[in-house]
């Protein structure tokens, strides 16, 4: 079975700096894909970014980007020039991919990091 | 509609007590999953839905739950003789098709709902 482990559960970082969440996870698969889901007060899972295993190349959105180490089985997020809005809850998350017969496509997530942005 | 929709936002119950969740998938989404979040927790797998069956049941934690979905569309979540412990926050999420793996745009992927906040008193 594949876990996930987020080992910050709360961080905080001023307005306009930049700041890391952790996430490890452990899995025997090789193909697999791996996310960062934002839950703000609303409680609705809203996607961030997503990185594919077989990929070499960090996965980049805007402000938002990845250090995916695929040895060290780590896959952090850098938040750049941190916003007020950027405040919520962040979920590392693992899926098996379609080779693996997985069927079900379901998401391992980790307990979270509660990420507080200071004015 | 628009995205997925999940009602009561808020359901209080009394312990052992029935109660059913509902979500509304995007149109045209054939696959559904639920998950729990419990305080403190990520999210657990409870159920995946592709169509109207159920292919994967593997994270329904007791007999006391069940879930359905009919036309390939509403699927309702049931807890019976709720506890105290089954008090979390119940979400709902779609996709375009078994296989599809949450991609960036609105239209495309793994969409959740806002939840249901499940309190059992």
């Known amino acids: 079975a594949q876990t996930v482990t987020q080992s910050q559960p709360e961080m905080s970082v001023q307005e306009a700096e930049t700041v890391t969440l952790s996430c490890t996870y452990d899995t025997s698969e090789s193909n697999y894909y791996l996310f960062w889901y934002k839950q703000p007060p609303s409680r609705q899972m809203i996607l961030v970014i997503r990185?594919?295993?077989?990929?070499?190349q960090n996965a980049t959105e805007n402000r938002f980007s990845v250090n995916f180490q695929k040895a060290a089985k780590s896959f952090s997020l850098k938040i750049s020039d941190s916003q007020l809005g950027d405040t919520a809850m962040y979920f590392c998350?693992?899926?098996?991919?379609?080779?693996?017969?997985?069927?079900?496509?379901?998401?391992?997530f980790g307990k979270g990091t509660k990420l507080s942005v200071i004015p | 509609g628009a995205g997925v929709s999940q009602s009561p936002s808020n359901k209080v119950t009394e312990k052992g007590k029935d109660v059913e969740l509902r979500c509304d998938p995007i149109s045209g989404h054939t696959a559904l999953y639920w998950y729990r979040q419990s305080l403190g927790q990520g999210l657990e797998f409870l159920i995946y839905?592709?169509?109207?069956?159920?292919?994967?049941k593997s994270g329904l934690p007791s007999d006391r739950f069940s879930a359905e979905r009919t036309g390939g569309s509403v699927s309702t979540l049931t807890i019976q003789r709720t506890q105290q412990e089954d008090s979390a926050v119940y979400l709902c999420?779609?996709?375009?098709?078994?296989?599809?793996?949450?991609?960036?745009?609105?239209?495309?992927?793994?969409?959740f709902g806002s939840g249901t906040r499940l309190t059992v008193v």
């Open positions: 999420a779609s996709s375009p098709q078994q296989g599809s793996l949450g991609g960036l745009s609105s239209n495309y992927g793994y969409t």
């Open positions: 839905f592709q169509g109207n069956s159920a292919p994967d």
């Open positions: 998350a693992f899926m098996m991919g379609p080779s693996t017969g997985a069927g079900s496509y379901q998401l391992t």
């Open positions: 990185q594919e295993a077989y990929k070499q």
